[in-house]
């Protein structure tokens, strides 16, 4: 099958989705290293890295999601479902990142990553209908 420039996109995005996941992934530990949540209470710091960990495997499972069935949506209609509920939880992601750190130049990347990642696949999934 011949990959078209929009497919060419999405996968772009989508590695660009799961690298910022593994980055975030990354930066959780980096506040433990430097003993930065001892200020914060047992509880606290369970509820943090649960958060921080979650959001980033979000984005790496949503990021492979959209990377591995993005060339199956023309051959198989039940993959359309699945594939909008991984775009439209990345975008909730994306949204909310820049919601609660807007001041965090990464929330910027992972909400532009997001929302281009939508966009490109607005015209391509609802073509398919």
Not at 41 to 50: E, K, T
Not at 63 to 76: H, M, N, Q
Not at 113 to 126: A, D
Request: hydrophobic content about 55%; glycine content about 6%.
């Amino acid at each position: 099958m011949k990959r078209t420039s929009k497919q060419i996109i999405i996968k772009a995005l989508s590695i660009g989705v799961v690298l910022m996941g593994f980055t975030h992934i990354a930066a959780t530990f980096s506040p433990l290293i430097a003993d930065k949540l001892a200020l914060l209470p047992d509880g606290a710091q369970d509820a943090f890295l649960y958060f921080s960990l979650m959001c980033g495997a979000l984005l790496v499972m949503g990021g492979g999601v959209t990377y591995f069935l993005s060339g199956k949506i023309a051959e198989y209609d039940f993959v359309r479902k699945p594939y909008i509920l991984a775009l439209s939880i990345l975008n909730v992601d994306g949204i909310l990142a820049v919601c609660y750190m807007p001041h965090n130049p990464f929330a910027w990347v992972i909400f532009s990553l997001t929302i281009c990642l939508m966009l490109v696949n607005l015209t391509r999934v609802s073509s398919h209908q």
